[in-house]
């Protein structure tokens, strides 16, 4: 079963929010990744986002455990999107590698 | 400007004379709102003289300058859309204020009608005034704890682009304080804490969880913002209690002074070469592998379709 949520039905074609990215990933994402195969994070008709936003969204999710980074996946970004998309991926992951050496 | 107007602190009454001034830039303008917030909470007397004589006086009124100060004063004109002409400066936080996204998008398209379509090439302009607005606006809200101002301004004589923000809140220094940042020393000065403050990863509120879990600040903003002045040939500017951080593209060192007098709040400028603002994402790209965010070699390429 796939997780699959369109951002600017949500947010609109500006995703610059933190607060409300973080808000959001609580409610309407952390509770359904292990119930769900994949989750996609679809950006249709979203034109621009900030660094706030992904961070909040992307990177908090990621580094929450690996089996998030096995099951996200991308939708229709554009340049401006995915080289923060990619930031927030990166940061996701070193978060995640961190807790890791700290549980270890 | 900032010592000038610090002064204003130790008096019960304040004069601010208008009728010198035939220009004034963004930073100016949210700095004397912000000022005069901050004395209006004080219950300081705050009195505006030759406001109908200054040569801006309805540029003034027409940017709402002065009714954001708290002045209504009669207006001998009709109040047409603002266009692309000029930016109407912008209340963030506080009742009434516009979200986040909005306040960001109506400065990018004042500023650059224009460049609003697909096209990265094209975008450029756009795309990187809405981006740095909405981060510098998302900063006010999470951490000043007063509302700000914002402003953005073109002048084709010098091809500068300027956004500038201004709150009278807590300042750098006592974010990180407040928050029982771990970074935070007991003799701290505000140059320290805004050299921190724009050390990429770094925020006063990186270590607290959020009521979503997670702290959703991870503190690249003011650093990314600090990299896309100078990378198009601009300048940064932040000051914060009596610190303040200048830096000019093309100069080796930053520069850092002290402040007579404290400013209560936070400012930062944000000036661009608009002809060197060029693809944003590419831009993007380049300084965030710049200040490490991108590691070098990484490739996310199979998350996206």
Redesign the interface.
């Known amino acids: 079963m796939t997780l699959h949520i369109q951002l600017a039905n949500e947010f609109g074609d500006f995703l610059a929010d933190g607060e409300k990215a973080g808000a959001f990933r609580f409610s309407r994402i952390d509770p359904f990744v292990h119930s769900h195969e994949k989750i996609v994070l679809d950006f249709q008709g979203v034109r621009n986002m900030n660094s706030s936003y992904a961070n909040a969204l992307i990177a908090n999710l990621v580094s929450q455990s690996p089996e998030v980074l096995q099951k996200l996946h991308f939708a229709n970004c554009n340049a401006r999107i995915r080289v923060l998309v990619e930031t927030a991926l990166a940061l996701g992951t070193e978060h995640l590698r961190q807790k890791q050496f700290e549980v270890a | 400007m900032l010592d000038r107007l610090g002064a204003g602190d130790a008096a019960d009454e304040i004069a601010v004379d208008f009728l010198p001034v035939t220009f004034w830039t963004p930073g100016a303008l949210v700095l004397l709102l912000a000022k005069t917030q901050f004395w209006r909470k004080q219950n300081k007397r705050v009195v505006f003289h030759n406001c109908k004589e200054c040569p801006a006086f309805r540029y003034f009124q027409r940017i709402n300058f002065y009714s954001l100060c708290g002045l209504q004063l009669p207006e001998d004109f009709q109040r047409h859309d603002a266009g692309s002409r000029f930016v109407e400066i912008r209340r963030i936080g506080g009742e009434g204020s516009a979200?986040?996204?909005e306040l960001?998008?109506d400065i990018a398209y004042c500023i650059s009608p224009d460049s609003h379509v697909?096209d990265?090439e094209q975008s450029g302009v756009f795309?990187l005034l809405?981006?740095s607005v909405?981060?510098l606006a998302?900063n006010v809200?999470?951490h000043a704890k007063a509302p700000g101002f914002a402003m953005a301004q073109y002048m084709p004589r010098t091809d500068l682009v300027r956004v500038a923000i201004a709150d009278h809140g807590i300042g750098v220094l006592r974010s990180f304080a407040d928050n029982g940042s771990p970074l935070c020393k007991p003799d701290w000065t505000d140059a320290d804490a805004i050299a921190t403050a724009l050390q990429p990863?770094v925020s006063s509120k990186s270590h607290l969880p959020?009521?979503?879990?997670?702290?959703?600040?991870?503190g690249?903003?003011l650093t990314?913002l600090k990299e896309l002045c100078t990378q198009t040939g601009g300048h940064f500017f932040l000051a914060s209690g009596k610190g303040v951080f200048s830096e000019l593209a093309g100069r080796e060192f930053p520069q850092q002074k002290t402040l007579t007098t404290p400013f209560q709040g936070t400012i930062c400028v944000l000036t661009f070469v608009r002809s060197k603002i060029r693809?944003?994402?590419e831009m993007?790209?380049q300084v965030?592998t710049a200040v490490g965010?991108?590691?070098n070699g990484?490739e996310?390429g199979n998350?996206?379709?």
């Open positions: 979200s986040v996204g960001s998008t697909d990265p795309d809405e981006y909405s981060e998302n809200i999470q990863k959020s009521p979503w879990g997670e702290s959703v600040n991870a690249v903003g990314l693809n944003f994402p993007m790209h965030k965010l991108l590691p990484k996310f998350f996206f379709s």
